[in-house]
């Protein structure tokens, strides 16, 4: 039984920053990958960052050079540092990790919105 958290979220002018986190909880020890995805609506969900193991991160075009994934075993937690945000970022982010079984665990979401 896995739990993701996330927090984080808020409003933010464009060319801003914010920090998202993602605490883990359960058997979180079978869990390899962790990321981040986001989704607005009328769109379907897609994948802002993730990291596979501690080494390995991915990163969507549309946010590379500007978001920075990172993960800390020791508190349990993944986070998204996000720079020179866009209106285009606006949207739901959402926590996701997979466990080594194939099973996917989401967060509630949390809302980051940009204004122009």
């Known amino acids: 039984q896995v739990q993701l958290v996330e927090s984080g979220g808020g409003l933010v002018q464009a060319g801003g920053s914010l920090r998202l986190s993602c605490a883990a909880s359960?058997?979180?020890?079978?869990?390899?990958?962790m990321g981040w995805y986001r989704q607005v609506p009328g769109k379907q969900r897609e994948l802002v960052a993730n990291i596979i193991g501690t080494r390995s991160t991915n990163y969507a075009d549309a946010v590379k050079g500007r978001f920075t994934i990172s993960r800390d075993s020791a508190k349990n937690t993944v986070a998204l540092q996000m720079n020179s945000l866009k209106p285009e970022d606006t949207a739901v982010y959402y926590c996701?990790?997979?466990?080594?079984?194939?099973?996917?665990?989401w967060g509630k979401g949390t809302l980051v919105t940009v204004s122009s």
């Open positions: 996701h990790g997979r466990d080594i079984y194939g099973m996917d665990y």
């Open positions: 359960g058997s979180r020890y079978s869990i390899n990958a």
